[in-house]
């Protein structure tokens, strides 16, 4: 079984970028569909973005195009989440998750890890 294990997250001011980090540990995560999800205090979790396994594919929210790529180098076993022109309301415990299927929602997700924490000042 897959364990996943974020990084990358801290506090940024408005404008700022950061750049999430996932690798796996148990299994190689070339064998899975890779997405990015975040959860905001009191809010359910939300998708973020999700890449196929080859990365020839990648899909993300209306709420994160334009400012947020997500990206993986199988050769690493890693799946990225750059994060650019941050806003307060990017705040949130963002999470990696595979997946076996193409999926943009939580429910689609088998393995996921505990999360990092990603903090905007205004």
């Known amino acids: 079984q897959a364990q996943l294990v974020e990084s990358g997250g801290g506090l940024v001011q408005a404008g700022g970028s950061l750049r999430l980090s996932c690798t796996a540990s148990?299994?190689?995560?070339?064998?899975?569909?890779l997405g990015w999800f975040r959860q905001a205090p009191g809010k359910e979790r939300e998708f973020v973005a999700v890449?196929?396994?080859?990365?020839?594919?990648?899909y993300h929210a209306d709420s994160v195009k334009g400012r947020f790529t997500i990206s993986r180098d199988n050769a690493k076993d890693a799946v990225y989440l750059q994060m650019n022109s941050l806003k307060p309301e990017d705040t949130a415990v963002y999470y990696c998750?595979?997946?076996?299927?193409?999926?943009?929602?939580?429910?689609?997700?088998?393995?996921w890890g505990q999360g990092t924490q990603v903090t905007v000042s205004s």
């Open positions: 148990g299994r190689t995560l070339s064998w899975y569909n």
């Open positions: 998750a595979g997946a076996r299927s193409w999926s943009a929602e939580v429910r689609g997700y088998d393995y």
């Open positions: 890449i196929s396994r080859t990365g020839g594919s990648t």
